[in-house]
């Protein structure tokens, strides 16, 4: 259509003089609007912003097939049609020591993606969570000219509220995935975009659920129920909450067997170490389909608790840093932070138990755990307040509503 156009106008001057301002001007300059190449760079730099944002670029190219797209982020994005720069793996750093080790790899990766984003010259910077390194890419990506839309908002209703002033300088449009955060950033004066949840789409996608026998059988797994314990996607998660699981939930394995799901970006050999001496199976690449046949999760705080909701897994939310009690006192007398989970933060109360800090200890765990398996009323108080989570979250389609928004806010700058 483009050859067309310039053919048409420059071949036939005294017929296109003719139509000038007709029409047939306007149809001819949208269709090469609709045949330009949109180009996208990503930003993803974890686990959960991998699915997510290879669900939005997937339906980005449903909706606008010429779409190239650039970026950083995981395999899950690559497979669904982006050209991957850089693997998240290498930036996943968190806590204040793991991140001052690393300060010349996070430089190294800020300078390859500011020289790679302007080589790219994208259309759009489209941010997936990760504040620390997007909040500084945003910035730089805006003062050279390119549109940053944000998906997934930064957790800045928990914590690092003064954020907002970075993103109300930086981001051009915020595309939201909880049902409270259009109430928060309207608060603090910030107009977004809510979409729906994404988790809901990566649920639908999956496999049909296989019974429990088909699913031990084809995972080698014992004839037993089973508890699953998933301690997080980072080193520094699994190395300080994997072993309290263990040790907590070791005292079911008469009766249960205990499974973990291993995160795609850690080697195996990490779980080997700390499982040394313990009863437990190792399951990769199959985290929901172990949430589905499982009585019970120990789980990392994170997407996973939402994840869990969603498929009505019973759940224990653990999470723990150095200097524990101090920072849980911080939280919650300084930030005023409630909850952490996804589904306690939804539902505004505490659906699931949160042990938090210095409350993750085994004793704890172990404590809940046997509630949980053994307590039908209370094991019902918590499947129950799931469907209240599934009547807030909505449908699904939150991909594909987002790729719609992008496209359409893009088209209305051209």
């Known amino acids: ?40 760079y990503f930003i993803a730099g974890e686990a959960s912003g991998d699915l997510h944002a290879s669900n939005l670029i997937e339906a980005l190219k449903k909706q606008d097939a010429e779409a190239d797209v650039r970026g950083f982020g995981g395999e899950l994005m690559e497979a669904a049609g982006m050209s991957l720069v850089k693997h998240y793996r290498e930036m996943a750093f968190m806590g204040f020591i793991p991140v001052l080790l690393n300060l010349r790899t996070i430089k190294r990766n800020f300078k390859t993606c500011e020289a790679d984003l302007l080589s790219f010259k994208p259309d759009v910077l489209v941010l997936v969570d990760y504040p620390g390194f997007n909040l500084r890419m945003a910035e730089f990506a805006q003062k050279h000219g390119i549109r940053v839309y944000y998906y997934i908002s930064p957790k800045i209703w928990a914590w690092k509220k003064h954020r907002i002033k970075q993103i109300k300088a930086h981001v051009d449009e915020m595309f939201t995935i909880l049902p409270f955060e259009t109430d928060f950033y309207k608060e603090l004066g910030y107009s977004v975009n809510y979409v729906g949840n994404p988790v809901l789409d990566a649920v639908v996608k999956r496999p049909a659920k296989p019974d429990f026998d088909t699913f031990i059988a084809e995972n080698n797994l014992p004839s037993k129920p089973i508890v699953a314990l998933l301690p997080g996607s980072r080193l520094q998660e699994i190395n300080s909450l994997l072993p309290r699981m263990l040790e907590a939930a070791s005292a079911f394995s008469e009766d249960y067997q205990l499974v973990i799901t291993a ?70 007398n300084v930030l005023n932070i409630s909850w952490v989970s996804l589904v306690n933060l939804i539902l505004k109360k505490e659906a699931v138990r949160e042990l938090l800090q210095h409350r993750c200890s085994v004793t704890n765990i172990r404590q ?23 009547r ?16 359409e806010k893009l088209n209305e700058k051209k």
């Not at 053919?7 to 045949?35: A, H, Q």
């Open 368 to 390: 809940e755990l046997g509630r949980l398996l053994n307590e039908s009323t209370y094991r019902k108080r918590q499947l129950n307040d799931y469907e209240e989570l599934h």
């Open 263 to 332: 995160a795609p970006n850690v080697e195996l050999s990490v779980y080997e170490k700390l499982t040394d001496g313990y009863a437990v199976r190792l399951v990769e690449n199959q985290t929901y389909e172990v949430l589905q046949q499982a009585k019970v999760a120990v789980l990392a705080s994170g997407t996973v608790s939402l994840e869990a909701g969603i498929l009505r897994c019973p759940q224990i939310v653990c999470y723990r840093m150095a200097g524990g009690a101090f920072f849980f006192w911080i939280g919650q």
């Open 392 to 407: 807030q979250l909505g449908e699904a389609g939150a991909s594909e509503r987002a790729a719609a928004m992008i496209i």
């Open 1 to 40: 259509m483009y050859l067309f156009y310039e053919w048409y106008t420059y071949g036939f001057p005294d017929f296109w003089s003719y139509f000038c301002g007709s029409v047939l001007r306007k149809e001819l300059r949208d269709s090469v609007l609709i045949c330009e190449t949109m180009k996208y």
